[in-house]
């Protein structure tokens, strides 16, 4: 699902957030005094308020998949059959790193205000369903 600023949305399971707290007037960098827990059921709704792209890293072999591809693209039909064989083989080899890098190239967060006040911010998409 692709989320939209001012979308609504529904928890597509239970939540427990936990972690330190800190009181609104400290200072948040301090370490917060206590621990708590909270539990949001599946099915709160709310609005999509931001929406964040994060593009993840390339590892090596992305990034040689794709030199090697686009030699192979501008140049393959003038090289050599051998070399072009090889290079064949040698793009072959990275396909499942670059299709296994395009499943996970975007991360999407958002910031959603659940109807009941809450507000999760940097929540992944795949925490939400259509309202």
């Known amino acids: 699902m692709t989320l939209n600023v001012g979308q609504r949305v529904r928890l597509a399971a239970d939540l427990r957030l936990s972690g330190a707290v800190t009181p609104a007037d400290e200072d948040p960098e301090e370490p917060g ?7 949001l059921a599946a099915g709160i709704e709310g609005t999509v308020e931001q929406v964040h792209e994060h593009h993840r890293q ?26 072009r064989g090889q290079l064949e083989q040698q793009v072959g080899e990275l396909e499942e790193e670059w299709t296994a890098y395009q499943h996970r190239m975007l991360h999407v967060t958002a910031r959603v205000r659940l109807d009941n006040g809450f507000v999760l911010d940097d929540a ?8």
Request: no cysteine.
């Open 33 to 39: 005094r206590f621990a708590a827990s909270l539990a």
């Open 58 to 83: 390339q590892s090596h072999e992305v990034r040689e998949y794709l030199r090697l591809k686009s030699l192979l693209d501008d140049f393959g039909p003038q090289m050599p059959p051998a070399s």
């Open 124 to 131: 992944p998409e795949e925490f939400f369903v259509s309202a």
